[in-house]
């Protein structure tokens, strides 16, 4: 998979373009301001860059290196600064409770490893830190404007209660949106999101 993501990011294009995600946008109000974060699987760095524009101290993690050195670009071009580390996120296990937020925008984990990693990324949280996470859901099978194709790695609402017991859901639902998110998310969308504290 890190070769297909590798691949798609050698392109001159941004995949999901330069602006944030719509749902980050609007929860990121709940965020402490100035915080430290960790964008897990920022690829091109749409996300991490305008946190680190609007204030936040940003890590963004992927494995796909072509990914991280255009996140690195779009920081520049922007005139901040983000600090990316180039990492499979089912072995790297960050530093413990020292983020203040973790975002998790439509990255898909297998099912055999989904529960610890995404343990792990909440283990880096430090107490009352947030998480916030969406992905596709399994009604987007219906639909043609991206995410996997296989059921096994799109995410019920049901299974991120499973994976984050510990944490207090300030938000959490299944719902349909409209992505507008450059080539690659384009349309009806069927989504979980989640905004998670840890007590
Ligand atoms: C659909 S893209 C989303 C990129 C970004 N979050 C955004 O919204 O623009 C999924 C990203 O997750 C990354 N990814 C998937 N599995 C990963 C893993 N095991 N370790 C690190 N990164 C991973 C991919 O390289 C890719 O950049």
Partial sequence: ???FWEKRYAEEDFAYGIHPNAFL???????????RVLVAGDGEGRNGVWLARHGFIVTSVDYAQSGLDKARRLAAEQGVVIDTCCADLTAWRGPSAVFDAVVSIFVHFPPA???EVHRSLFES???GGLLL???FSPEQLR???GGPSSV?????AWQLEEDFTEGEFLLLQETLTELDEGACHQGPAAVTRALIRKP
């Fill in 1 to 3: 998979m890190k070769s």
């Fill in 143 to 145: 639909y043609s404007s």
């Fill in 133 to 135: 996470l969406e992905a």
């Fill in 125 to 127: 949280l430090r107490p």
């Fill in 25 to 35: 946008v609007e929860q990121v109000a709940h965020l402490p301001a100035g915080g």
């Fill in 152 to 156: 096994d790695l799109l995410y019920t």
């Fill in 113 to 115: 490893v989904r529960r």
